[in-house]
T-cell receptor
Framework: DAGVIQSPRHEVTEMGQEVTLRCKPI?????LFWYRQTMMRGLELLIY????????DSGMPEDRFSAKMPNASFSTLKIQPSEPRDSAVYFC????????????????FGEGSRLTVL | AQSVTQLGSHVSVSEGALVLLRCNYS??????LFWYVQYPNQGLQLLLK??????LVKGINGFEAEFKKSETSFHLTKPSAHMSDAAEYFC??????????FGSGTKLNVKP
């Protein structure tokens, strides 16, 4: 069973360029989360979706950041324009109800997209 | 408001020694608590979780954690460290399985 798939794994871009990160959650999972990991701030929740609908985007740092989930199997995180302080590892994670119909609380993480903005 | 504090950003133990990674939480309601492990260049993986059942929780790879409400703690332990345990460990808290708040992480180094 495939896990959460993120692309690209590494991205190096110049300041001002648009960056699009992609995520394919585990099939059947109805929650999707975007996290950012930096040395200074650790793991920060940016936004999460439930059934493709954004529920809480209070962690999105500024209007330069946007996220979409057009269907249950795909989500994007876009940064436009990018800045050096956006350099980080961006993780996508998904979760679902267990066999008993209750959320287990387990997040399944992708391997992350390492973004470097020069 | 929820938060997690992990004491010690780096912990070093000898192979075979006890592992103790500390986590204290703050939550206005009974929390759900988790420990995740991150190996280099990988995403986080769940080690164990506390969801209001037994206070002593056993996880994968011989790790366990005890929920102590009076101390607002959820420390992670393993009786005997193995070289393969070297990784970064994150404690997390959630009140509703929707928003998870992670600690700053503790890097575990295991010396031969």
């Amino acid at each position: 069973d495939a896990g959460v798939i993120q692309s690209p794994r590494h991205e190096v871009t110049e300041m001002g360029q648009e960056v699009t990160l992609r995520c394919k959650p585990i099939s059947g999972h109805d929650y999707l989360f975007w996290y950012r990991q930096t040395m200074m701030r650790g793991l920060e929740l940016l936004i999460y979706f439930n059934n493709n609908v954004p529920i809480d985007d209070s962690g999105m740092p500024e209007d330069r950041f946007s996220a979409k989930m057009p269907n249950a199997s795909f989500s994007t995180l876009k940064i436009q324009p990018s800045e050096p302080r956006d350099s980080a590892v961006y993780f996508c994670a998904s979760s679902s109800r267990g066999s008993g119909g209750v959320y287990t609380g387990e997040l399944f993480f992708g391997e992350g997209s390492r973004l470097t903005v020069l | 408001a929820q938060s997690v504090t992990q004491l010690g950003s780096h912990v070093s133990v000898s192979e075979g020694a006890l592992v103790l990674l500390r986590c204290n939480y703050s939550s206005s309601v009974p929390p759900y608590l988790f420990w995740y492990v991150q190996y280099p260049n990988q995403g986080l993986q769940l080690l164990l979780k506390y969801t209001s059942a037994a206070t002593l929780v056993k996880g994968i790879n011989g790790f366990e954690a005890e929920f102590k409400k009076s101390e607002t703690s959820f420390h992670l332990t393993k009786p005997s460290a193995h070289m393969s345990d070297a990784a970064e460990y994150f404690c997390a808290v959630s009140e509703d399985f929707n928003k998870f708040y992670f600690g700053s992480g503790t890097k575990l180094n295991v010396k031969p």
